[in-house]
């Protein structure tokens, strides 16, 4: 077993972007990490990502394969910084080789919420009047949106959550939808109106999560992040990672998922949308575990069986071209 003073002989670099709630994420994991080896030193390099870049175009027109980490990736196979935070929902189901995820934290909250114009007079999103305008820059929760209410308008939002803020309180939106987590991490949560029930928004695969990013042969770092690790949270995203993954979906297709471990059971509840939330594929499972990865690839086929193929065959064969990732 390495021993803790070898594993501090050296400065350890955390790879992270920049933005607010991803500085706040690597500062949680950092002061965690010192919390727990006192004499560990760990510098924080900020690293910008295709999806810090382009802030004018929707996320389903810029490609979701490591849209938020392939920088970041690049900078650890290449020994530039050591380990790397993400948000679980952005980091791709398949890991460059030489890649692994060291640590998995607890999950906090996994809901969405809805956040109301404060100019507006509207309590909840029940209480948003017929034809109403919700912004959000998701597919899956414009596809779920629309299921459960038809009649409103979805606009597009990008932007980091002081942003969405401002252009919310700017407008004659009703209200936008966040998750939670991320909104509770920044301090927002006076500003949430309603934390939204699974019935009506199943989150994304690994929302609330937060994820250590490593080099599969770096057993000292490996070593070091596993004191953040829960296992319980890492069983339950195991089980939505391998639905995505079967599917081959992503930002550019409204999947929605929720797993997580009842009476010693896993469950997991998961759902396939059109666009316009017309036609919803909704499957459960439960089982070991254990068995997580298994439970998440037998789901996905049953849902395809059911009628989610060819809701994602159309979504491909109707998608807008994907911008280059030069841009």
């Known amino acids: 077993m390495t021993t803790r003073s070898a594993m501090t002989t050296r400065e350890l670099v955390l790879g992270t972007r920049g933005s607010q709630l991803a500085l706040w994420q ?7 990490l010192i919390a727990s080896i006192p004499d560990l030193a760990v510098r924080v ?13 929707p996320l389903s027109r810029i490609g979701d394969k490591g849209l938020f980490t392939k920088e970041i990736e690049h900078a650890l196979l290449e020994r530039r910084i050591d380990f790397a935070v993400h ?12 890649l692994a995820i060291g640590a998995v934290s ?7 919420v809805f956040i ?26 414009k596809s779920q949106l629309l299921a459960h209410r038809p009649d409103l308008k979805i606009v597009d939002i990008r932007g980091n959550l002081n942003t969405r803020m401002s252009k919310l309180d700017a407008s004659d ?7 939670f987590a991320g909104v509770k991490r920044l301090g927002w949560e006076q500003r949430v109106t309603e934390i939204l029930p699974l019935d009506v928004m199943l989150p994304a695969v690994g929302q609330g999560a937060l994820a250590v990013e490593i080099r599969s042969d770096d057993d000292d770092t490996r070593t070091i992040v596993h004191t953040l690790h829960h296992a319980a949270t890492e069983q339950a ?9 079967y599917l081959e979906g992503g930002c550019q297709v409204p999947i929605g998922t929720h797993a997580r471990i009842e009476r010693g059971e896993l469950r997991l509840d998961a759902l396939v949308g059109s666009l316009d939330g017309r036609r919803t594929v909704r499957g459960s499972i439960s089982g070991p575990p254990e068995q997580a990865d298994q439970l998440g690839t037998l789901l996905a086929r049953q849902l395809l069986d059911k009628g989610a193929r060819e809701i994602l065959d159309e979504i491909r064969r109707n998608a807008p071209p994907v911008l280059p990732s030069d841009t």
């Open 45 to 57: 390099e900020v690293i910008k990502t295709l999806g810090d870049k382009i802030l004018d175009s």
């Open 26 to 32: 690597t500062g949680h994991v950092r002061s965690r």
């Open 237 to 245: 995203v195991l089980s939505e990672r391998a639905f995505l993954r």
């Open 173 to 179: 939106w009703d209200g936008m939808v966040l998750a």
């Open 87 to 98: 948000s679980l929902k952005d980091l791709p189901t398949n890991l460059p080789e030489g």
């Open 116 to 141: 109301a114009n404060p100019g507006r007079a509207v309590e909840s999103l029940a209480n948003v009047p017929p034809g109403g305008t919700i912004a959000t820059g998701s597919l899956r929760r």
């Open 106 to 112: 607890e999950r906090e909250e996994v809901r969405d």
